[in-house]
DNA sequence: TCTGCAAATGCAACAATGTTGCATTTGATG
DNA sequence: CATCAAATGCAACATTGTTGCATTTGCAGA
């Protein structure tokens, strides 16, 4: 078993989450794997689809939706929406670059930029409350769409 | 002219932001002033329309969009994206109940609860970069959820 | 290796939300 | 009251997300 040609570290997550192995997922989740910030459907599908540009249509749209679902459903990815009310997403399993630092965005221009701030500590939560996430977003207009 | 017959308070505030006093404008904003939370373009719609049923439709659901919009742009009310990724709108005069203290979102049944936590300070901004806006996210399973 | 079945996929159609173009109406101003 | 830009209503369109159903595929067991 020396020359198995290609085994992602998706593969192995997708089998150890205890969902069937596909094609399509493991594209997604390598996306997201490689992804810098999390992904919308459009940006997702047109990464997908250009990458093999050439056969047919790598990944259908309700497809995408449905891999997506499936994976947040497993646990393997996170689902958030951006300001634009659009779903983003992102494998939990990524390293997250993003994770130690708060965001700013600017409302104008869309840009996001790295704060040197941490992140505020999660506040005390109910008994029996369990938290996932804390996400600290700070909006407003950058420098430069600010000096026009 | 004594016998105006009623001068809401909104009618001054459009006035005051320096654009015409419209009919709808008039309303939507009375609407949001009185909604205890944001309210997304459905529920204006329904309320609205459902407040004068018997006539013809009160506003259209474009203007409801335009007069939204002109709001926003005027300062008089502000738009937040919902976790489903719809857009609610609240009024900036308004007693904002919400506004104290920190949510916490339930991934599982979607249920929002008031934390005790006051929200973090907002952090320092490079030079240029001015805040509008900002949201502290937490989310989890509630206890109830949790349970099962 | 083959077979069978539930899960996953692709396709079409639909639903909800938001936007644009344009002709008509209306608020404010002189 | 006359005027004109802004606001409105209507129709059509765009984007994002969902549902139903027939076909294909991963995978487990014979």
Known sequence: MTGKPKI????EQIRAAGVKVTRQRVRVLDALLAARQPLC?????????GAEAGSRRVIDRVTL???LDSLV?????????DPRGVFRFS?????????????????DCGGVFCLKAEPPPPP???R???????EFDVRGTCAQCGAR
């Open 91 to 107: 494998a939990t399993g990524a390293p997250r670059q993003h994770a130690g630092h708060v965001h700013f965005r600017c409302t």
């Open 65 to 67: 939706y449905r891999v």
């Open 73 to 81: 459903a497993c646990g393997l990815a996170m689902r958030a929406v």
């Open 41 to 49: 459907h459009g940006e997702l599908e047109s990464q997908l689809g």
């Open 124 to 126: 005390a939560l109910p």
């Open 8 to 11: 992602s570290p998706s593969s």
């Open 128 to 134: 029996g409350f369990r938290l996932a996430q804390v």
